[in-house]
């Protein structure tokens, strides 16, 4: 019973005595990353930052996007060297086996801040959805004063999405048709859907819509749209959308 014991933490990437509520940061790796002092690497829930390294083939290269360096300059100043208090939602490891958390020091909500700095940009994947309410006003505030990133990254066409693999842009176009799969909704911005722009809503987030009165694939379609996220390379460029306020229609009237 107690080997079964210690061998299920071992399998959920916890050690017995882990306080995460009072845990010391001892490296940020970048703006929405950090390295714990046992070791363990936290993810910030709810936030995506521009990246400073890009993968090419097997490796990592050194090229910071405009803002990253300025995003892990704040991370630091908030967390380096100092206990922090995590907090977990529903899930609590992502793919690579990183904690997933909401990280607190003293009074300040590092996830928020940086939101509200203009240094990240919401990124919400159900069902880690506690503090999307808050993270959308914050952002919408950033983005109409134009702070951090909001400054530097004009809209761009949908034509011009492959050219920004990686990014986290804003992309406008016309949703010419859509198409509702068994997995998720698609969004196409051209004739031919494995090389144009497409917006992706899987099904475990269509609820979200839903729950505003939207049905995406017939809600969109012959809509010109603004839709922001990290732009992907699959069947051509694309956004994975979870929530309503990634997608703005705009009246072109």
């Given at each position: 019973?107690?080997?079964?014991?210690?061998?299920?933490?071992?399998?959920?990437?916890?050690?017995?005595g882990?306080?995460y509520s009072?845990?010391?940061?001892?490296?940020?790796?970048?703006?929405?990353?950090?390295?714990?002092?046992?070791?363990?690497?936290?993810?910030?829930?709810?936030?995506?930052?521009?990246?400073?390294?890009?993968?090419?083939?097997?490796?990592?290269?050194?090229?910071?996007?405009?803002?990253?360096?300025e995003?892990?300059?704040?991370n630091?100043?908030?967390?380096?060297?100092?206990f922090?208090?995590?907090?977990?939602?529903?899930?609590?490891?992502?793919?690579?086996?990183?904690?997933?958390?909401?990280?607190?020091?003293?009074?300040?909500?590092?996830?928020?801040?940086?939101?509200?700095?203009?240094?990240?940009?919401?990124?919400?994947?159900?069902?880690?959805?506690?503090?999307?309410?808050?993270?959308?006003?914050?952002?919408?505030?950033?983005?109409?004063?134009?702070?951090?990133?909001?400054?530097?990254?004009?809209?761009?066409?949908?034509?011009?999405?492959?050219?920004?693999?990686?990014?986290?842009?804003?992309?406008?176009?016309?949703?010419?048709?859509?198409?509702?799969?068994?997995?998720?909704?698609?969004?196409?911005?051209?004739?031919?859907?494995?090389?144009?722009?497409?917006?992706?809503?899987?099904?475990?987030?269509?609820?979200?819509?839903?729950?505003?009165?939207?049905?995406?694939?017939?809600?969109?379609?012959?809509?010109?749209?603004?839709?922001?996220?990290?732009?992907?390379?699959?069947?051509?460029?694309?956004?994975?959308?979870?929530?309503?306020?990634?997608?703005?229609?705009i009246?072109?009237?």
């Amino acid at each position: 019973m107690i080997r079964a014991f210690f061998i299920s933490l071992l399998l959920i990437g916890c050690s017995p005595g882990i306080d995460y509520s009072h845990i010391k940061v001892l490296e940020v790796i970048d703006g929405d990353t950090v390295r714990l002092e046992n070791g363990k690497l936290l993810r910030y829930i709810g936030i995506d930052t521009p990246e400073i390294r890009i993968k090419k083939e097997t490796k990592f290269e050194f090229r910071p996007q405009p803002f990253s360096l300025e995003a892990k300059e704040l991370n630091k100043k908030l967390v380096e060297n100092k206990f922090v208090r995590v907090e977990f939602d529903i899930e609590r490891f992502d793919n690579y086996g990183r904690i997933l958390g909401y990280c607190f020091v003293d009074d300040i909500f590092v996830n928020a801040k940086l939101i509200e700095e203009g240094f990240a940009v919401l990124y919400t994947r159900p069902p880690n959805v506690r503090y999307v309410d808050l993270f959308v006003e914050l952002q919408n505030k950033a983005r109409k004063q134009k702070k951090g990133l909001w400054q530097a990254y004009d809209v761009i066409s949908s034509d011009e999405a492959h050219k920004f693999i990686d990014q986290i842009r804003s992309v406008r176009g016309k949703v010419l048709s859509s198409f509702k799969s068994e997995k998720c909704v698609f969004l196409n911005f051209g004739t031919d859907y494995k090389t144009d722009f497409t917006v992706v809503i899987f099904n475990d987030c269509i609820k979200f819509f839903r729950a505003k009165d939207i049905e995406p694939h017939l809600f969109y379609k012959d809509k010109t749209i603004e839709v922001f996220g990290r732009i992907k390379e699959y069947n051509g460029p694309e956004i994975i959308v979870s929530m309503p306020y990634q997608i703005i229609v705009i009246d072109e009237n």
